[in-house]
């Protein structure tokens, strides 16, 4: 289904990920969702279930695992003979005190796998106390809980959990020794039960930090590693054109445009870059709210009911002009370093100049 009465708001991502409910405009990355999707469907029994994701800064990976992986291991029966999969969705800095208390708090929301757990009486807490104390028995009370989830399911089929790690370069800086520890372990015993997948982002720059946490990096061989370039610039027609369609926005082309249209003229300025996806998502959102907001203005020749009446159906059109107001992506870049170098402080704007240099 596609157009405003299906999709509301804009389908571009500025400065930040995409969500698993964006799944319907996250595109271009369909090649490395199968690849992922192919390994944790190959693992074997007797191996750990372990996959890590790693990439540049603004790659996408958070986007590829939430918007792209995580949405559709959550389809029933994608693969076979397993009915349903629990995602858990941790960033290990932000949802907790400490990595283990953002695990346990995550693994026993409704969501994923709080009520069965409850059954068991296992809140966050005692799961915590377990992931710390003996993580192997609390990876046989998660495979429990799922069983349970999988009882009603007369085919027979099983029940999967897949816990997501991202961005693991944040514990690695903010939290001590004992608490990295602990986590690794938690997560490597975890990886060993047959029923349970683990993945794990980091940015390529803190790669070498992995060292860290030997439980972890000793089973990260390179057959459970993939590393995330860039999207290819021949994906860019699509990244624009797919989520316009679904959100039910015309994109100018070149034959309603003099000369170039606003596609073409994207493509030129992005293909001159290896990181084209986040500016291309910042200038269209931008392009997007300044059509928006044109819609809504009356016109001479239009009444307030006609604003009204676009206002409602989300009837848009983008064009070259919009691209060209912002200055194009080189404009539009600009504008955002303007935006956040207002932002930082005499410390921070003294440190700036250096740090580019070097």
């Known amino acids: 289904a596609a157009g405003p009465a299906q999709w509301q708001g804009s389908p571009f991502r500025p400065d930040r990920p995409f969500e698993i409910g964006d799944e319907r405009v996250f595109t271009g990355r369909e090649r490395e969702v199968r690849d992922l999707l192919t390994r944790l469907e190959a693992r074997a029994p007797d191996e750990p279930g372990f996959l890590l994701l790693s990439g540049p800064s603004g790659a996408g990976k958070t986007s590829l695992l939430r918007a792209g992986l995580a949405a559709r291991l959550t389809r029933p029966f994608l693969f076979e003979q397993i009915s349903t999969v629990r995602c858990a969705l941790i960033d290990p800095l932000a949802d907790g005190p400490t990595p283990i208390a953002a695990l346990a708090t995550r693994l026993c929301s409704p969501d994923v796998l709080g009520d069965p757990l409850a059954e068991f009486g296992l809140g966050a807490t005692e799961l915590e106390r377990l992931l710390t104390t003996e993580p192997a028995v609390a990876g046989r009370q998660l495979a429990s809980a799922l069983a349970q989830l999988a009882k009603g399911n007369d085919s027979g089929a099983a029940a999967r959990l897949a816990v997501i ?20 372990h938690a997560l490597r015993r975890l990886a060993d039960n047959p029923v349970i997948w683990i993945m794990i982002a980091v940015r390529s720059d803190a790669l070498y930090r992995l060292a860290q946490v030997p439980a972890l990096s000793e089973v990260l061989t390179a057959e459970r590693w993939t590393e995330l370039e860039p999207p290819a610039t021949e994906r860019i027609r699509q990244v ?111 440190a700036l100049p250096r740090l580019c240099r070097a």
């Open 165 to 184: 790690v991202d961005p693991l370069e944040g514990a690695l800086d903010a939290h001590g020794e004992p608490q990295l520890t602990a986590f690794a």
């Open 240 to 350: 624009v054109e797919i989520p316009a369609r679904i959100a039910g926005i015309e994109i100018e082309s070149a034959d309603d445009a003099q000369g170039r249209g606003l596609l073409e003229q994207i493509e030129a300025e992005a293909s001159r870059l290896r990181l084209w996806a986040p500016p291309v998502q910042g200038v269209l959102d931008a392009a997007y709210q300044d059509a928006r907001q044109a819609a809504t203005q009356p016109r001479p020749d239009r009444s307030a009911d006609s604003a009204a009446d676009d206002r409602r159906t989300g009837d848009l059109r983008l064009s070259a002009e919009h691209f060209q107001r912002q200055g194009g992506l080189g404009g539009h870049m600009l504008s955002r370093a303007d935006a956040l170098w207002a932002e930082l402080d005499d410390a921070a704007r003294a």
